[in-house]
C-alpha cells in the first residue's frame, strides 16, 4: 500500500523515526464496513483511541463517521473537531463523579457499564437518555491483555443483572436508548461475533427495552499482522451480521439502528513507522540492528508480544540474514522484533513497521525523555507533516514549563 521510494523519501526530508499513515486507506476501511454490512441503518463510530491524529479525524468526519470514545480529553477533542454531539457515543469506565458531569454537559451519549455508576447517574440525570454496557459472556482477543468478554474482564455489565437494569432505569425515568458489548480487540473467530450478538440480543426484547433505538456490538474486527496470517472473509460475515440482526429487529417490531466501534480495521494497516539502524553490533548468538526508537514510541510488541512486520526499504533485495531490532531505550527488553530474518542490514539503513496505525502512536510516551516521532499523513496521493517531533529542547522546555517546581 506504501510506495517505498516514498517512505524514503519522507525519511530523507522528515528525519526519523516517523509515523507515516495514509488517510486515504482509512477512508477506505470506513467505507468497505459499509459494503460487507448491507444493513441501512448502520452507524460505524471510529474506537478514537485507536489513533487520535487530528488529519486522520478530519478525513473521518468529512466521510460521515461517527465516533467512539472512552475519556472526557477523547470527547473534548472530538468536539473540537467539529464532530456532532449525537455522533460520539461515551465508553468510558471507572470514571470519577467530575468526569461524568463534565462530559454530561457536553451532551453526548453515555454507555454504562456498571450498575453502581448507572445508579449513580439515573440519581444525577433523572430523566436522560442512557446505553447500556453488558459482559457478552464471550471471550476471544487478539491477547490476554484485550480481551473484555468473560468472569476476568472488567467491563460491562453481568448478563444476568439485566432485571437490575429495568429496576434502575424504571426507578430514574433513564430512557435506555442503547444496549451495547464488545467483546474483544482483534477477535480470532467470526463465530465470536456473531455469539456475542446473540448473547445481547437474548436480553433485548420490547417487554423489557421498549425504547431502543439501537444496538452496539463493539469494535474488535481482526486484520492481519503476519505476511502469512489469512484475511478475515468480512463480505460473509457481514451478511451473516446482517442476517442474524434483520431477524431479531423482526422479532423487535421495529428496524433499529446497527452500530460497530472498529479501531484497528479502521487504522491498524495504514500506519507505518519508519526507524533508522545507526548500531550493528554481533553479540555471539545474535545479530543486533540498533534503531534511533524505542518502545515507548511502538510499544505493541514488547506489551503484548505483538508481531509487526518489518521491512529494509534501503536493502530490499539484501541476502536475508536473521536480527534481533532493537531500540534505543535502557532495557533490554527493548525489542521490536526478536530472531526475525530480514534483507541485509546496513548502518543508516530505514526500516518500515509496518501495521503501526492502530494504537501505536496513540499508547507511546517520552520515556527516557526521547519525542515521540513526527506523523505525516497522505491524502491524494499528498504526503504532508501534520505533526513536528519536538526537538530536544522542546521536549525540555515543555517539561519544565508543566512544572511548578
Ligand atoms: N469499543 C470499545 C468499548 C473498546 O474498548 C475498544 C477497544 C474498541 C471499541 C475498539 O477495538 P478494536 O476495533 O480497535 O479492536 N491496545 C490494544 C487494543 C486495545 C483495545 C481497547 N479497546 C492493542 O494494541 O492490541
Known amino acids: 500500500m506504501f510506495d517505498q521510494t516514498q517512505l524514503l523519501e519522507l525519511a530523507a526530508t522528515y528525519g526519523t523515526p516517523l509515523y507515516v499513515y495514509s488517510a486515504d486507506r482509512v477512508v477506505e476501511q470506513y467505507k468497505s464496513l459499509y459494503k460487507y454490512i448491507p444493513y441501512s441503518k448502520l452507524q460505524v463510530h471510529y474506537a478514537l483511541k485507536a489513533n487520535y491524529n487530528v488529519a486522520l479525524l478530519a478525513a473521518l468526519r468529512d466521510a460521515g463517521a461517527a465516533l467512539d470514545t472512552v475519556s472526557p480529553g477523547e470527547v473534548q477533542l472530538a468536539l473540537a473537531l467539529g464532530f456532532a454531539p449525537e455522533k460520539i457515543i461515551f465508553t468510558a469506565n471507572n470514571l470519577k463523579d467530575e468526569e461524568v458531569a463534565e462530559v454530561k454537559a457536553l451532551g453526548v451519549l453515555f454507555n454504562i457499564g456498571s450498575i453502581s455508576r448507572l445508579e449513580k447517574f439515573g440519581r444525577a440525570y433523572p430523566g436522560s437518555r442512557v446505553c447500556v454496557r453488558f459482559n457478552p459472556d464471550v471471550v476471544d ?45 482483534g477477535l480470532q473467530h467470526t463465530e465470536s461475533v456473531f455469539q ?40 460473509a460475515m457481514g451478511a451473516e451480521i446482517v442476517r442474524l440482526f434483520e431477524d431479531f429487529c423482526q422479532t423487535y417490531g421495529k428496524a433499529l ?14 500506519g507505518v513507522m519508519l526507524t533508522t539502524v545507526n548500531t550493528l553490533k554481533f553479540n555471539r548468538t545474535r545479530t543486533i540492528a540498533g534503531c534511533d526508537a524505542g518502545f515507548p514510541q511502538l510499544i505493541r510488541p514488547v506489551f503484548y508480544g505483538a508481531y509487526h512486520q518489518i521491512e529494509n526499504l534501503s536493502n530490499p533485495d539484501g541476502e536475508r540474514k536473521v536480527y534481533d531490532v532493537c531500540g534505543n531505550i535502557c532495557e533490554s527488553g527493548d525489542r521490536f522484533a526478536e530472531q526475525r530474518e530480514l534483507p541485509e542490514i546496513r548502518e543508516y539503513d530505514v526500516l ?54
Open 141 to 185: 482477543g487478539e491477547n490476554a491483555a484485550t480481551a473484555t468478554g468473560g468472569d476476568l474482564a472488567k467491563f460491562g455489565i453481568l448478563m444476568q443483572d439485566v432485571d437490575k437494569v429495568v429496576d434502575i432505569a424504571r426507578q430514574y425515568d433513564l430512557h435506555i436508548v442503547g444496549l451495547h458489548e464488545h467483546t474483544g480487540s
Open 196 to 235: 456475542s450478538m446473540k448473547n445481547l440480543m437474548g436480553l433485548a426484547g420490547r417487554e423489557r427495552f421498549p425504547e431502543l433505538e439501537f444496538l452496539d456490538f463493539g469494535g474488535g474486527f481482526k486484520v492481519p499482522y503476519k505476511p502469512d496470517e489469512a484475511a478475515v472473509d468480512y463480505a
Open 257 to 270: 439502528e446497527l452500530k460497530f466501534e472498529p479501531g484497528k480495521y479502521m487504522v491498524a494497516q495504514a
Open 352 to 405: 518500515a513497521i509496518y501495521n503501526a496505525g492502530a494504537y501505536c502512536y496513540s499508547m507511546g510516551g517520552v520515556y527516557n525523555l526521547r519525542s515521540m516521532p513526527g506523523e505525516v499523513v497522505i491524502s491524494n496521493g499528498n504526503a504532508k507533516l501534520v505533526r513536528k517531533r519536538l526537538s530536544n529542547q522542546e521536549l525540555v522546555s515543555n517539561l519544565l514549563a508543566e512544572s511548578l517546581v
